[in-house]
């Protein structure tokens, strides 16, 4: 079964559907796209996508409505089937050095629509674009959340996120949110990324999730947490408050911990267990999401590169989750990053990774072996993964009992073959590398 999702950060739509054929054949079964609300149609900076004028409108410098309507009927009719999730972004408007910068879209903006009707008809989702849609009326004016208020749940979600222009859960803010999911829903998207969803009320996230009419959706929020405290305030009351899944930034934490300097992989081996991962039917899980690299208070989170391979494999090796596999085109504008998540989906150790996920989906997972520096578990009787994060050869005796015996093993990152017989097994793993075993 394919669940691994692509997140093609900031590609435009076109780029999306010229690489379809290779995303499909990469084992994926969804892509997450940038969040499509009008924007800037000018504006290439990635967060630009982040900042939407109109929720009426689907256009910006990814592609129009008629570019997502494409999209999807190509992710829909190919074979197997490829989900498409839209970014969604509720919790603001943009942020703009204008007069009137609590007016949206804008009277700049009305006047663009009246003089180019043909344009934004073509790219109208719903409702009337000759009036307004909201006012300062619609918006909180606690202020910016400062210091200690970012712990504080009610500064996070009634004041304003880095300037940006706050939505009331008023009746009518809630109604537009509820057409514009419905217009969403009715295009054809399978299911919805809620960006900064910790800072909405519980009212406003029920109102666009918890409806029977899109429940079926696949729904998960960006709950972003960064200790036990955070979790403790944000993550924990959303897991009760709602049904949706989340970014599992609690094994994220615990991968970084692990893969440190004085970290141990025994940490892994059950994390859910001691509170170390979200449940795993909730868990969207990640090495590297859109926020870490591009926000300068979030970059010591970034892993090494190598702990960065060995930690996409036992993500794509566990049972549990949805991986998400973030590739960028280059948007970081640090020079260390350059090339680092560029076409990392078509990576051939990332397809040789999500092969191994696709085929033992569903399979349960036993640990063979764990120390410090060394984790290797299995999964069914077909799978063997192995992880050696230390500077140095290792080797590891373990039960053969379980797997497929005796049987024929292919190392899908590198290529190598085994043999696989008797009680027990001894296991050769260099440095610093992972092996996905698969049986033949």
């Known amino acids: 079964m394919r669940t691994v999702m692509l997140h093609a950060f900031n590609w435009k739509y076109s780029q999306i559907m010229e690489n379809l054929d290779s995303i499909r054949e990469a084992g994926y079964g969804a892509v997450l796209i940038p969040p499509p609300l009008y924007s800037d149609p000018k504006g290439d900076q990635w967060w630009q996508r982040y900042q939407p004028k109109d929720y009426r409108v689907l256009l910006s410098h990814l592609g129009g409505k008629k570019d997502l309507e494409n999209l999807i009927a190509a992710c829909h009719r190919g074979s197997p089937k490829i989900g498409v999730y839209a970014d969604l972004v509720i919790n603001h408007m943009a942020n703009e050095a204008r007069d009137d910068r609590f007016d949206f879209p804008g009277k700049a903006e009305l006047e663009l629509y009246s003089q180019k009707p043909d344009l934004y008809e073509e790219n109208r989702l719903y409702g009337d674009l000759s009036t ?8 909180n004016h606690a202020g910016e959340i400062e210091g200690g208020e970012w712990s504080d749940r009610g500064a996070v979600q009634y004041q304003n996120l880095s300037g940006l222009p706050d939505l009331k859960d008023s009746d009518w803010v809630l109604k537009q949110q509820h057409l514009m999911v419905n217009a969403l829903v009715n295009m054809g998207f399978d299911g919805f990324r809620v960006d900064a969803i910790k800072h909405l009320t519980e009212r406003m996230v029920d109102n666009v999730a918890d409806r029977p009419e899109v429940r079926d959706k696949f729904w998960f929020g960006e709950v972003l947490t960064g200790s036990e ?9 959303f897991l009760h408050e709602t049904w949706m899944s989340a970014y599992d930034f609690p094994l994220f934490n615990t991968i970084r911990e692990a893969f440190s300097f004085g970290g141990s992989l025994r940490s892994l081996v059950r994390p859910q267990d001691y509170g170390n991962a979200l449940p795993w039917n909730r868990a969207v899980t990640f090495v590297v999401n859109h926020d870490v690299p591009h926000n300068d208070g979030f970059r010591s989170w970034l892993l090494d590169r190598q702990d960065e391979h060995l930690a996409h494999a036992y993500l794509l090796g566990r049972d549990g989750g949805t991986p998400l596999i973030y590739s960028d085109n280059n948007e970081s504008h640090y020079d260390v990053d350059r090339d680092r998540w560029l076409d990392a989906y078509k990576r051939p150790d990332i397809q040789a990774m999500i092969h191994f996920h696709n085929a033992v989906h569903g399979e349960g997972m036993a640990m063979l072996y764990e120390s410090d520096s060394l984790l290797i578990f299995r999964r069914g009787d077909k799978g063997i993964v192995a ?9 590891a005796d373990f039960s053969t009992w379980g797997l497929k015996n005796p049987g024929k093993f292919k190392d899908l990152i590198h290529g190598h073959e085994l043999e ?21």
């Open 420 to 440: 696989l017989s008797g009680d027990r097994f001894t296991l050769f793993v260099p440095p610093r590398t992972a092996q996905m075993w698969l049986a033949a």
């Open 132 to 139: 307004g849609l909201f006012s300062t009326f619609d918006f």
């Open 229 to 237: 405290h955070d979790e403790k305030v944000f993550l924990e009351p």
């Open 387 to 395: 992880i050696n994060k230390d500077g140095s050869n290792q080797w």
